[in-house]
C-alpha cells in the first residue's frame, strides 16, 4: 500500500514538475506553416518590411486561371512551383505583346502556370543535380546550373531558393517558361 501511494505521489509530482517547466499549452500552439498560396498572397498584400511585393501578377494569375491550379496550390499534396516575379509577367506580356493578362485564355494561362509545378516538395539540393523536371502540365523542364530552359529554348534562372511552405517548395525564377 505504501508502494502503491508513494508511486502514485510520485507521479503526481512529475506531472506537476513537468508542467511548470513545459511551456504552457497556448505558446506550445503554432500557427501551421502558410501553404504556397499564402505564401504568393502574403508577398503580395503584406510583404516583409522594405522588401518589394514580388508575386503580385502571378497571384492575378492564378486566381485568373482555372479553379483547379489554386486548389492544386492550396492542396496537403507536396509539390515544387518555379515562381515567376512580377518582372518576369511584365517582361513576358511585353515580349508577347499583350496588354494584361486577360490577353491570355484561361485554358493557355492554365497550362502556363501547370508548367510551372513539379510533382513533390524539391529543395535546390534536389533540383540542381536533376536536368529533366517533369511538370504538372505534362511537359518537361531542363535543368542546367540553376537555369530552367522551357520547351521553347527560353532560360529562366533560378533566383531564389527554399521557400518552404507546409505544401511544399518554392523557388523564385527570373522568367515565365512557357511549354
Known amino acids: 500500500m505504501i508502494q502503491k501511494t508513494f508511486a502514485a505521489l510520485a507521479a503526481v509530482g512529475a506531472l506537476v514538475i513537468g508542467l511548470s517547466v513545459s511551456p504552457s499549452a497556448e505558446a506550445a500552439k503554432q500557427a501551421p506553416a502558410p501553404s504556397i498560396v499564402d505564401l504568393v498572397v502574403n508577398s503580395c498584400d503584406n510583404p516583409a518590411p522594405g522588401a518589394a511585393p514580388q508575386f503580385c501578377v502571378l497571384k492575378a494569375a492564378v486566381l485568373a486561371a482555372d479553379p483547379a491550379v489554386l486548389a492544386r496550390l492550396s ?5 515544387t512551383v518555379f515562381a515567376p516575379t512580377d518582372q518576369a509577367f511584365i517582361n513576358l506580356l511585353g515580349e508577347l505583346e499583350l496588354g494584361g493578362l486577360d490577353d491570355i485564355d484561361t485554358a493557355t494561362l492554365t497550362q502556363v502556370l501547370l508548367y510551372h509545378v513539379v510533382p513533390g516538395a524539391r529543395t535546390a539540393a534536389s533540383v540542381l543535380p536533376a536536368t529533366r523536371l517533369r511538370t504538372l502540365q505534362g511537359g518537361f523542364l531542363r535543368q542546367a546550373g540553376g537555369v530552367l530552359t522551357d520547351k521553347r529554348g527560353r ?6 531558393v527554399n521557400i518552404r511552405a507546409s505544401n511544399g517548395i518554392v523557388h523564385v525564377i527570373d522568367r515565365v517558361v512557357l511549354p
Open 75 to 79: 492542396s496537403r499534396g507536396q509539390v
Open 155 to 160: 532560360d529562366a534562372a533560378i533566383i531564389g
